[in-house]
């Protein structure tokens, strides 16, 4: 069974950081591409970040490039999210979601990811 567990939100002030992370299992995570969406309430689900286990240089949407950072553990089969410098406008639900690999056209198009998890919480306020 393929399971991805994303946790680590919670409320933070606005300049603050918080690590999300992705734990995965019931697939082979060596070669999969893990991406993070997030979603407001009210707003489309969207794709910020991406890595390819497999390797190669990781995506970042343009509004959290260089304050967010996408790592992973392969011992661990997880995957973390870095989050620095945080602004009221990062408050949404964050997801992970995993595909068998990373194709470059559809980096964060949704129905690309075969599974998700059930999304963490990030709250910042001003």
């Known amino acids: 069974e393929v399971q991805l567990q994303a946790s680590g939100g919670g409320l933070v002030q606005a300049g603050g950081s918080l690590r999300l992370s992705c734990a995965t299992s019931?697939?082979?995570?060596?070669?999969?591409?893990i991406a993070w969406f997030r979603q407001v309430p009210g707003k489309e689900r969207e794709g910020i970040s991406c890595i390819s286990e497999s390797g190669g240089a990781p995506w970042y949407e343009d509004s959290v490039r260089g304050r967010f950072f996408i790592s992973s553990d392969n011992d661990k089969n997880t995957v973390y999210l870095q989050m620095n410098s945080l602004k009221p406008e990062d408050t949404a639900v964050y997801y992970c979601?995993?595909?068998?690999?990373?194709?470059?056209?559809?980096?964060?198009?949704?129905?690309?990811?075969?599974?998700w998890g059930q999304g963490t919480l990030v709250t910042v306020s001003s």
């Open positions: 979601a995993a595909a068998s690999f990373l194709n470059d056209n559809y980096v964060y198009t949704e129905r690309y990811y075969n599974f």
């Open positions: 019931g697939f082979s995570f060596d070669d999969s591409a």
